[in-house]
């Protein structure tokens, strides 16, 4: 599978409580496991939509574990590199939804086995079948992964591949110097970058966008891909700027939303669209996603995409 999209990181199974509130101090109804981790939503979406996908990352011998190598690999993804640590548990994060819309969330990620995640053989093998690297910010915080994200970049670019980033940056951790280090090392070997909100300020250090974006730019970052929520995205390069309204839908759960429009920018890039193409359908899957309850199962394929597209307003066709 020449040219395949490649990312490193986390699996995890998300448990969601019911009913709104404030955290889980209280026994409370919950629903899941559902599958889920931003780097499994995202090559989940790239395997959905045909395009040869694989993921490099490890989950325990549990059924949380199973439940997620079944459901990427129903999506078409190759997770001959996930590794199955018998000693240690699939990562899982609990959350629940405040009244304000704000979530509180349990993880356990980097004590899972996603904290032992490692370029044995089999990702080796992986990573010399890529043309292009994807890193998405949840995954700095992992010890294991600081460890090995230079080299896997420096297999992929060596081969002439790009890589792209989804900052997913809280401002917590940015505090963290080991995050902000692991940050500006990946952000070195940025050429697609997809920030979303204030991550595009926090990463460039400038408040006004269109400085923040000229920096960047400058900085070598290829291309800019700025995920606006329910206002759609846009995309800055050394050419200009490319606006794309989003698609008007009832958001019934946001997580997820900023993997699937990654993954179906740079697919549909890879495939040759054009920059405003492209953003049309990674605004329809950021915005399909959040219409469906469960960080991974608003993914969806091109036809599904088609569909969405000509029945929902906002095309901005
Ligand atoms: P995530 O919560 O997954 O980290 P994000 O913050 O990275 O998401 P967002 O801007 O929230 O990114 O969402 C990504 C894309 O999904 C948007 O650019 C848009 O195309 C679509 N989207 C998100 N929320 C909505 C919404 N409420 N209505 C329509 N489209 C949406
Ligand atoms: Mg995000």
Do not use: W
């Not at 070997?189 to 920096?215: F, K």
Request: aromatic share 6%; glycine share 12%.
């Amino acid at each position: 599978m020449a040219g395949a999209i490649v990312t490193i990181g986390e699996i995890l199974v998300e448990i969601m409580a019911v009913e709104k509130g404030n955290g889980f101090l209280a026994p409370q109804p919950l629903i899941g496991p559902f599958a889920s981790g931003a780097p499994a939503i995202f090559i989940d979406q790239v395997g959905r939509l045909g395009h040869p996908a694989a993921i490099v990352s490890a989950v325990g011998d549990d059924d949380f574990g199973r439940l997620n190598l079944a459901r990427l690999r129903e999506d078409g993804v190759d997770v001959s590199a996930v590794a199955i640590h018998p000693g240690a548990a699939t990562g899982s994060a609990f959350v629940r939804y405040r009244p304000d819309g704000a979530r509180d969330f349990v993880f356990n990620i980097r004590d899972s086995a996603s904290g032992r995640i490692d370029l044995d053989s089999e990702a080796l093998a992986v990573l010399a079948q890529a043309g292009h690297l994807h890193f998405t910010g949840s995954s700095l915080g992992i010890p294991a992964i600081l460890g090995i994200a230079e080299r896997a970049v420096d297999i992929v670019k060596s081969r002439g591949g790009t890589v792209s980033f989804d900052p997913n940056v809280r401002k917590e951790l940015l505090g963290d110097p080991g995050f902000r280090r692991a940050l500006e090392a990946v952000m070195a070997a940025t050429d697609i970058l997809l920030p979303s909100g204030d991550e595009l300020h926090l990463i460039a250090g400038v408040e006004d966008e269109a400085e923040a974006v000229r920096s960047l730019l400058a900085r070598g970052v290829a291309e800019i891909v700025l995920k606006r929520g329910a206002g759609g995205a846009s995309h800055f390069d050394r050419t200009g700027r490319t606006d794309a309204p989003g698609f008007v839908v009832e958001e019934i759960d946001p997580t997820g939303a900023g993997d699937c429009f990654g993954a179906t920018y740079l697919v549909c890039r890879r495939q040759g669209m054009p920059v405003a193409e492209a953003l049309r359908y990674a605004n329809a899957a950021g915005a399909r996603t959040v219409t469906v309850k469960g960080p991974m199962e608003g993914t969806s394929g091109f036809a599904v995409l088609d569909a969405f597209i000509a029945t929902t307003k906002g095309a901005g066709a």
